[in-house]
């Protein structure tokens, strides 16, 4: 538990300032005097939970280094912004150097007495060109911004028509925040200040399910055909086409997922081993003649780091939102860095729904359904109608409407369905229903025609 303290207009902080202000639990402390009351910031820890070492004080922040009791060390530097567009330049350059002094995962929060976009602050005056020297000390220093809920604004000049603005606001470098997945931005409320505060937590449970992904790659794999009709079973009993399929999809992700968990387990896991024994031939080479055995072995192993490796990009390739990066764009980390980055910025921490709060993942998974059913209502008969004639609008002929879809039209829509993106929710891309056409188009056609002839009237077999 790291607590960090700003505008503290106090030239002296000591232990007892600290216990008056903190506790008992917080006995480890550092500080950035005031300069004539004006300023001043101090960090507070727990050490039995963390420690913070290597102290560098700069004229507008703070610097430590951060290491948990379990986790990997970081750079923490807390800032308070000068007011002055001068000082401001001087203090982005400080900061951009102290960067350089500091290398590996870094968190830079504080209040930096700057915007970075127009939708910062609540009303049209701008100084866009200190808002591009902050972006160019975000680009330059390639930080990422994490994305804080709740609220759009941390600042109020507490007027009647106030002016609202973003300048408290936290920044990291790529390697924290791959360190630190499941981190949390929030505002909490302003008090007795004209800032808000900003609560940071690093582990926060955001209930991600897991959800199936069918593999692009499982169908050159031998025996993806047979897994897939031994699972494609329904209990004959059940003629109605909507759950048929729903139950028929069902059984063939747990199956497929199973299977291709089997056939391929953890590919990082794979690929951290083999390149261990590879070291281990290595360091042997250097000493001694490998056997034939073993030159074999290590050139196995390297055969395989490289086509794991691949098939590693290929699964983010395919879950990425990025479509248009070409083959020699690749790049694993950032792939997966696309395939992670808006699960914070989506995640919802709390709903209010009739007043009451809710923080539980099933409280606000109810909320949701239930929000959603009233928001749809119930198909009721209607009183009244339009009289289209009377209106001079003249009805359409709509007969081709009711039309049969023909197993040759459901078939080219499908060869047209996108290969190696999920067309639904469930997971399926379009490659699975390409090659297991022959198997499921009797259900697929049945569904289907079951759709557009409604309840009332037979499916067409």
């Known amino acids: 538990m790291i607590v960090c303290i700003l505008e503290t207009k106090l030239e002296v902080v000591d232990i007892y300032v600290i216990l008056q202000c903190m506790g008992l639990s917080y006995d480890g402390f550092t500080y950035l005097p005031a300069s004539d009351t004006r300023g001043g910031i101090f960090v507070a820890w727990d050490t039995t939970r963390v420690l913070l070492t290597n102290f ?8 430590g280094y951060v290491s948990p009791k379990e986790g990997t060390p970081w750079w923490l530097t807390v800032v308070y912004g000068p007011q002055g567009d ?6 982005l350059n400080e900061l951009s150097e102290r960067r350089s002094l500091s290398p590996g995962p870094w968190l830079v929060i504080g209040d930096f007495n700057l915007i970075l976009h127009a939708t910062d602050k609540n009303i049209a005056n701008l100084d866009r060109r200190m808002m591009g020297k902050l972006k160019s000390f975000v680009d330059n220093n390639a930080l990422k911004e994490l994305f804080l809920h709740v609220r759009r604004f941390t600042w109020s000049n507490e007027r009647e028509t106030p002016t609202l603005t973003k300048i408290d606001r936290a920044f990291v470098f790529m390697d924290w925040e791959l360190e630190h997945p499941e981190c949390l931005l929030q505002a909490l409320s302003t008090e007795y200040s ?18 199936f992904h069918f593999e692009k790659f499982w169908v050159k794999m031998d025996g993806f055909l047979d897994v897939f009709k031994e699972a494609w079973k329904c209990d004959p009993n059940i003629s109605y086409p909507f759950m048929r399929l729903d139950i028929l999809l069902r059984n063939t992700a747990r199956a497929l997922a199973t299977w291709g968990q089997k056939e391929i387990e953890n590919i990082k896991l794979q690929i951290a081993i083999a390149n261990i024994v590879i070291m281990r031939f290595d360091c042997a080479q250097e000493n001694r003649l490998l056997t034939v055995e073993e030159r074999w072995l290590r050139r196995t192993l390297k055969h395989l780091v490289l086509g794991l490796a691949s098939l590693e990009r290929t699964i983010a390739r395919q879950r990425s939102r990025i479509t248009w990066l070409q083959e020699g764009d690749a790049n694993t980390q950032l792939f997966h860095l696309v395939a992670i980055g808006r699960r914070m910025k989506k995640y919802i921490p709390s709903l209010t729904m009739d007043g009451r709060i809710i923080t539980d993942q099933k409280g606000k998974e109810e909320a949701f359904y239930t929000a959603y059913k009233d928001l749809l209502g119930k198909d009721e008969a209607r009183e009244f109608t339009l009289d289209l004639e009377r209106l001079g609008i003249e009805p359409l002929d709509l007969s081709e409407q009711d039309a049969v879809f023909m197993e040759e039209e459901i078939w080219a829509v499908v060869k047209d369905l996108p290969s190696d993106k999920a067309p639904r929710p469930d997971g399926f891309i379009g490659l699975f229903f390409q090659k297991a056409w022959e198997v499921i188009k009797g259900d697929l056609v049945a569904a289907i025609h079951k759709l557009f002839l409604g309840n009332g009237r037979d499916s067409v077999d």
Not at 56 to 63: Q, R
Not at 194 to 211: A, F, G
């Open 194 to 211: 004209d800032h808000c505060s900003l609560h940071l937590t690093l582990h926060e449970p955001m209930h991600v399910r897991r959800r």
């Open 56 to 63: 560098v004080n700069d004229s507008h922040c703070i610097t």
């Open 86 to 91: 001068k000082s401001k330049i001087n203090f």
